[in-house]
């Protein structure tokens, strides 16, 4: 007899919680900001509550702040959430210059509720993931799931589940229909096979498993049309995990189109809500660098101009995002301003190179005009070097998948730069390298990647290695 299973809901009163919890982290944070320092009347203040939590759940939907986040770090959350909470602070700033009620609040109180907020929204989500953890490892409401195939995909897929217990998921066991002998050993710490894929059928019929895992490749399209249509006669919720390790992923996600999935096999990490902290951290920490940088510019362009003839800045064509062409500032550190497809690569002890632009070189000070770049959109702080466009086409046709590094926004600095990569590529081995390091940014992208890099940099450009 078929035992009837629960519906779990993918909208549920988690995502209320998230929003019922953001609002009044909201709330509260203005109550701690004003305390002792009211500027206005109780009705003002109740007023830009409002409205902030208005706007903050506006742009939450937007970027999908409330969906499960199960599976995905905490760190990502709250980024998330902090990086929604400054995009509306910008939108109330803007509000209240445009209303002129700027003059009716607490400077003090409203700064100190801008900064506190975040706070309490990462607090609160922290303390969140503590409790639904704690419940789901302990064996709270958890499903049991199984998998289909004893293979390396699977073993992955386990592991994978093991170190999210907040899915609230426990591994029954594996089951596939080849004999052992054909089957890799399955890791101890992984659990066992149990039986055959008709063994696994009953035991859902049976309402033992929630959830079933079918991770054969691709390639085997018929025999998992068949395993399908003996699971449609449960009730158990049932995925195909693709295979795809025999491609180059690079940042792959899931879409529709009417409700035709589709799977992205090379795509940007930067959409969403990642997309925007990347923008807004590219933003706050070029115009900060600028401002640093500002006095050293002006002395380094009287530099230039005095000890050579010729312009202070030279731009020049490089490949940007999505393979489109940018201009890229830099400070005049040769005797030429090479921009076409002859254009020669600076090498050891370069005769072209000026006294003065040659310890711009040294010391990438040649690199700040880049900031340029960075704040008008075309650059970001962090992302793969810009080449000059005859480097692009010489070995886009050399090194597979060259024009992947082009699926993000060229940057001042990159993976490959403070890993050794950095200088002149006189060999493809050295190209081959700088481009695993870029796709190896783009896959495994997080601010906090980007913070470590800029940190390094500052190693690396004092080392002065490769830079001439």
Not at 54 to 72: M, P, Q, T
Not at 272 to 282: A, C, E, P, V
Not at 381 to 398: I, K, S, T
Request: glycine share 8%; charged share 20%; aromatic share 10%.
């Amino acid at each position: 007899m078929l035992n009837p299973q629960p519906i779990y809901q993918q909208w549920s009163i988690r995502g209320a919680w998230y929003r019922l919890s953001d609002a009044a982290c909201i709330a509260a944070g203005l109550v701690i900001g004003v305390r002792g320092q009211p500027t206005t009347t109780l009705d003002h203040y109740v007023i830009v509550a409002a409205v902030a939590i208005i706007v903050y759940g506006l742009l939450s939907e937007l970027v999908g702040l409330h969906r499960s986040w199960r599976g995905v770090s905490i760190r990502r959350e709250i980024l998330g959430a902090t990086a929604c909470w400054l995009l509306t602070g910008v939108l109330l700033l803007m509000l209240a210059f445009a209303t002129k009620q700027t003059a009716d609040f607490s400077r003090i109180s409203m700064t100190t509720w801008l900064l506190l907020t975040p706070i309490l929204i990462a607090l609160c989500r922290g303390l969140t993931r503590g409790a639904q953890r704690i419940f789901l490892s302990s064996g709270y409401k958890a499903r049991k799931f199984a998998i289909v195939g004893v293979n390396e995909l699977g073993f992955q897929l386990a592991r994978n589940i093991y170190a999210s217990p907040e899915l609230g998921l426990q591994l029954a066991g594996f089951f596939d229909d080849r004999p052992p002998d054909r089957n890799p050993p399955i890791p101890d710490e992984l659990g066992s096979r149990l039986g055959t894929i008709a063994d696994l059928v009953q035991s859902a019929r049976d309402g033992q498993i929630d959830r079933i895992y079918i991770v054969f490749p691709m390639r085997a399209e018929d025999r998992i049309r068949g395993i399908l249509e003996q699971f449609a006669d449960t009730t158990a919720s049932v995925y195909v995990v693709p295979d795809f390790f025999v491609f180059q992923l690079l940042h792959s996600r899931w879409s529709d189109i009417l409700g035709l999935p589709v799977v992205s096999v090379f795509e940007t990490p930067f959409y969403g809500i990642d997309g925007l902290l990347k923008r807004l951290s590219d933003l706050v920490l070029g115009d900060i660098a600028l401002l640093l940088a500002a006095v050293p510019m002006a002395v380094i362009a009287v530099g230039v101009k005095l000890t050579s003839p010729g312009p202070v800045f030279f731009r020049q064509r490089r490949y940007g995002l999505d393979g489109r062409e940018i201009r890229v500032w830099k400070f005049r550190t040769m005797t030429v301003c090479e921009d076409g497809p002859d254009a020669v690569q600076a090498q050891r002890d370069d005769p072209r190179v000026t006294r003065f632009g040659a310890l711009l070189r040294r010391t990438s000070l040649d690199e700040l005009p880049q900031l340029f770049n960075v704040l008008g959109g075309s650059m970001s702080l962090v992302g793969p070097r810009p080449h000059p466009n005859a480097l692009n086409e010489e070995f886009r046709d050399q090194i597979a998948g060259y024009m992947l590094r082009h699926k993000v926004k060229p940057g001042m600095t990159g993976l490959a730069q403070v890993n050794g990569w950095r200088g002149e590529t006189d060999q493809p081995e050295k190209m081959k390298k700088r481009i695993e390091c870029d796709h190896r940014y783009i896959r495994e992208w997080s601010l906090w990647l980007d913070m470590k890099i800029l940190m390094k940099t500052v190693l690396v450009v004092f080392s002065k290695k490769n830079a001439y």
